[in-house]
């Protein structure tokens, strides 16, 4: 399958400050990306879409002003986490795909605020 | 009424037997549908895409469909202790990709 890489693995930021998660599609070019967040033992929750060039499209009860996400490139999708809080601690990931077909995974991110 | 659905599991099978997982999805309109294995503390690998009707035969793994009852399945033969993991069904729609619930299968020696 295609390679997505998302990184960091893993981060650890103060109560307060921002984290950007990154996630590169490398052998392919991803029209569409999606960002989920995944709590322990449940499935994943999709934040937003993002395609290339537009502006991402947020579920509901997600806040894009303080989960912003960039999509500059075919190949480059970010995730700022502004202001971040203890109950934003979890498990980031990314998927990147091309026009509606599979839809690769990154490694994720799991990120905690202390 | 959710929009993606599998059998709440968990799943338990012997080694040896075959690992039958469903899923139901609301929307007719749904395009493309994808079987996805996560283990524990990792991100999701696709196992299997399908997008039209019948069965789809990859190795050990056979995903069916069928739109009119909208529903999605994923038989494993010959189960392993590796398969032992969370199946994630799911479906884009809209250009939109969602994830059912999941079910863990655990296969036993």
């Known amino acids: 399958g295609a390679v997505v890489s998302q990184h960091p693995s893993w981060v650890i930021c103060k109560s307060g400050t921002s984290v950007k998660i990154e996630c590169r599609s490398l052998?392919?070019?991803?029209?569409?990306m999606f960002w989920y967040r995944q709590f322990p033992k449940q499935s994943l929750m999709l934040m937003a879409t993002?395609?290339?060039?537009?502006?991402?499209?947020?579920e509901q009860g997600v806040e894009k002003d303080k989960f912003l996400i960039n999509h500059a490139s075919l190949t480059l999708s970010t995730l700022t986490v502004t202001s971040a809080h203890p109950e934003d601690s979890s498990f980031y990931i990314c998927?990147?795909?091309?026009?509606?077909?599979?839809?690769?995974f990154g490694q994720g991110t799991r990120l905690t605020v202390v | 009424q959710k929009e993606v659905e599998q059998n709440s599991g968990p799943l338990s099978v012997p080694e040896g037997a075959i690992a039958s997982l469903n899923c139901t999805y609301s929307d007719r309109g749904s395009q493309s549908f994808f079987w996805y294995r996560q283990y524990s503390g990792k991100s999701p690998e696709l196992i299997m895409s399908i997008y039209s009707n019948g069965d789809k035969e990859d190795g050990r793994f056979t995903a069916q469909l069928n739109k009119a009852s909208q529903y999605v399945s994923l038989l494993i033969r010959d189960s392993q202790p590796s398969d032992s993991a969370t199946y994630l069904c799911a479906v884009m729609l809209r250009g939109k990709l969602t994830f059912g619930q999941g079910t863990i299968l655990t296969v036993h020696p």
């Open positions: 998927s990147a795909s091309y026009v509606n077909t599979e839809a690769f």
């Open positions: 052998d392919f070019q991803a029209t569409t």
């Open positions: 993002s395609n290339e060039g537009s502006k991402a499209t947020y």
